[in-house]
């Protein structure tokens, strides 16, 4: 296993990006946007910079700093920045709510905002109101491929807070004036917000060592990242996965980054891949069957369809990963995919399939470093007794990046985290020898004529028709009864119909327990998704 020995002073920025510069590889490519690059040393540059004026506008050591930009070049010196500069960083999604992002702001008690002119419009008044704001830098909302480092207007506000461009900042300061306080690897570094699945998200507090020991384990020891790898993300850079696999674990192995700032659909993704010819996919399983779709009706159409030659591997997580889709993806491309799960509170995939040991519909084996265990879901401690292999109940895992608690929220903090140990919220089953295998979300089980049904399982099971592209199954209350609804997404050549709706059901009757099929299957042209790429269960359930 690789060393998770960290020193006492120790700090991220110096770990995934300046340690880099020391080891001779100031000149490689370390950021690609469209026909731009950006070197290590040009990175440095502006860290060392953006480091400067953070301190400079009296940003004190471990208050947040909330970055809110798209995937573009000043995300990645904005990070590291605010690392350097001994501060914290909170991340948000440009293209949230502006209910969402206020309550993101005023959340964190941030001193300091990045962002893009957009969401300083649109956060105007609370940016005026916040008592804790004290520098807001605007930056270019480039289109990829575009000048990132472009001058913008800087949209007016009041309040306390200084907003002024972030590239004019950067070109100004004096670095000689502000240099950084050591930080040490147990001090705060990362607040990783939860997906808000039941509520307002949480931010799990991390360190510095927390991410170090992920990236060494799992990115270093299981699957590998390494020099020359160009890496390409689905989820978008402010979401801990993509954080992980497109920016701090590439940077840790001196490879190269490629964005783009559009949203990701199957052909901002397809034109990615073409651009930057990745050797890494970050992916997530609604995507993977996008991409099978898309390639399809190419070369039906005659088209050559997607060229994925480049690709070493790809990775999933966020949802599980149906064996029908794996086998599909597989058969096309002959590209492996490594699917795991991991969480805003343990940073980053613990359990994951790796290379020359994948098994189709199990989420793999525990990353080397951590421990799991699956315990009866009434269970209040890990010391409780295991169940036996192929039982179903909660999911508890150890590792050296367990957060230290959700900020603000002492309840939850004390119910999910003790110690090393992290109470999951997801049902697992483990077999005999040691793969685990996913059967839902305790909070998404379906209880249908008094017994408990895993929409999993019926997804996994109509993913097997022929007529499926994607599909979520729901519980809806009617007149007081629980029945379940498949929201159905069909490939191309169906037609939707109370014909194919039934030839649905009867599927699923044919290899399920009888009150495990759908009472109702509806048909879509998409599935909704939140902003981590998971399907949003929440809005089908409300209709």
């Known amino acids: 296993m690789p060393s998770t020995d960290f020193p006492e002073v120790f700090n991220l920025a110096d770990y995934f990006l ?61 990070f590291f ?41 649109a956060l105007r008044e609370p940016i005026e109101r916040s008592p804790w704001l004290r520098a807001v830098l605007v930056t270019a909302d480039a289109p990829t491929g575009d000048d990132p480092d472009g001058l913008v207007p800087v949209p007016p506000t009041g309040g306390r807070a200084r907003v002024e461009s972030l590239t004019r900042a950067l ?125 399809a009706v190419a070369r039906a159409s005659g088209g050559a369809g997607l060229d994925m030659r480049s690709l070493r591997f ?26 795991g799960i991991g969480s805003a509170e343990m940073f980053h995939i613990y359990v994951t399939n790796r290379p020359g040991d994948i098994k189709p519909g199990s989420l793999g084996r525990a990353v ?36 230290l608690c959700y900020h603000g929220d002492r309840e939850k903090s004390w119910q999910t985290f003790h110690g090393r140990w992290c109470c999951t919220s997801d049902l697992f089953r483990l077999d005999a020898d040691g793969y685990l295998w996913f059967a839902g979300r305790a909070d998404d089980l379906i209880k249908v004529s008094g017994q408990w049904v895993s929409p999993l399982e019926v997804e996994d099971c109509l993913l097997a028709h022929p007529a499926v592209a994607e599909v979520a199954v729901v519980g809806v209350d009617e007149e007081g009864l629980m029945k379940t609804v498949a929201h159905v997404v069909l490939r191309e050549g169906f037609t939707a119909g109370d ?18 099929y759908p009472r109702a299957v509806t048909f879509t042209s998409d599935l909704p998704k939140n902003d981590r790429g998971k399907v949003d269960r929440k809005l089908l359930r409300r209709g």
């Open 18 to 78: 300046f340690d880099r510069i020391d080891e001779g590889l100031g000149e490689a490519v370390a950021l690609r946007f469209g026909d731009r690059a950006y070197t290590y040393d040009e990175v440095a540059q502006r860290t060392r910079a953006l480091a400067s004026v953070l301190l400079a506008r009296g940003v004190r050591s471990e208050e947040r700093v909330l970055i809110v930009l798209p995937d573009m070049p000043p995300f990645a010196w904005s």
């Open 81 to 121: 920045g605010v690392l350097k500069s001994g501060a914290v960083v909170a991340m948000g999604n440009p293209d949230a709510p502006t209910g969402d992002l206020a309550y993101l702001l005023e959340y964190t008690r941030a001193a300091a905002l990045i962002t893009v002119p957009r969401v300083v419009e």
């Open 171 to 295: 070109e100004t300061v004096d670095l000689t004036l502000h240099r950084p306080t050591e930080t040490r690897r147990d001090d705060v570094a990362v607040w990783l917000f939860t997906s808000g699945s039941t509520g307002r998200s949480k931010a799990a507090v991390h360190t510095h060592r927390d991410f170090a020991f992920n990236t060494e384990v799992y990115a270093l020891g299981t699957v590998g990242y390494r020099r020359g790898d160009v890496c390409v993300s689905v989820p978008r850079l402010f979401f801990g996965y993509a954080t992980g696999t497109n920016l701090m674990f590439p940077f840790r192995v001196g490879a190269t980054v490629g964005m783009f700032a559009e949203r990701p659909t199957v052909t901002s993704l397809a034109d990615a891949i073409a651009r930057y010819r990745p050797t890494v996919l970050t992916n997530v399983p609604t995507m993977i069957g996008k991409l099978l779709e898309h390639d």
């Open 314 to 339: 790809c990775l999933s997580a966020g949802e599980a990963l149906p064996p029908a889709l794996l086998s599909r993806w597989t058969e096309r491309f002959g590209v492996d995919v490594y699917d």
């Open 368 to 403: 080397d470093g951590y421990t799991v265990k699956v315990l009866a879901r009434d269970a209040t401690g890990p010391g409780a007794e295991a169940l036996g292999p192929d039982e179903v109940g909660t999911l508890w895992v150890a590792g050296d990046s367990v957060a």
């Open 499 to 516: 014909v194919l709706a039934k030839s649905l059901q009867d599927f699923a009757r044919a290899k399920l327990l009888p009150h495990k």
